[in-house]
């Protein structure tokens, strides 16, 4: 594989490696849905602590997924990578089709 190749299958491993945890992927669907959100929304949504939501935002905004803006004291996130939708709607297709295999394989 060649240094380009091997760039840019990198780049996407540390997009998908952002993802790659249950707060997070709560996050970027609650931003799917919505069209920003404060830290101090998303610390409740979650259920951590603040500290622990801005290292998960900070992840994601890194990977190109998010960005944000500062209002005063406040910071909103919203949206960067819109085309996340389609990759969430594939991995739930991927869920229905794994349901039916074990159902199919339980009669």
Do not use: W
């Given at each position: 594989?060649?240094?380009?190749?091997?760039?840019?299958?990198?780049?996407?491993?540390?997009?998908?490696?952002?993802?790659?945890?249950?707060?997070?992927?709560?996050?970027?669907?609650?931003?799917?849905?919505?069209?920003?959100?404060?830290v101090c929304e998303l610390t409740?949504?979650v259920g951590s602590d603040m500290?622990?939501?801005?290292?998960?935002?900070?992840?994601?905004?890194?990977?190109?997924?998010?960005?944000d803006e500062k209002r005063g004291?406040?910071?909103?996130?919203?949206?960067?990578?819109?085309?996340?939708?389609?990759?969430?709607?594939?991995?739930?297709?991927?869920?229905?089709?794994?349901?039916?295999?074990?159902?199919?394989?339980?009669?």
């Amino acid at each position: 594989m060649d240094r380009a190749t091997r760039n840019r299958y990198e780049t996407r491993a540390q997009i998908v490696k952002a993802l790659a945890h249950p707060a997070r992927l709560l996050i970027v669907d609650e931003l799917s849905r919505h069209p920003e959100r404060c830290v101090c929304e998303l610390t409740e949504l979650v259920g951590s602590d603040m500290s622990t939501v801005s290292r998960h935002l900070s992840l994601l905004k890194n990977a190109g997924l998010l960005e944000d803006e500062k209002r005063g004291q406040m910071v909103f996130y919203r949206l960067r990578a819109k085309c996340i939708t389609k990759f969430f709607e594939c991995i739930e297709s991927v869920i229905a089709r794994n349901t039916e295999i074990h159902a199919e394989l339980r009669v």
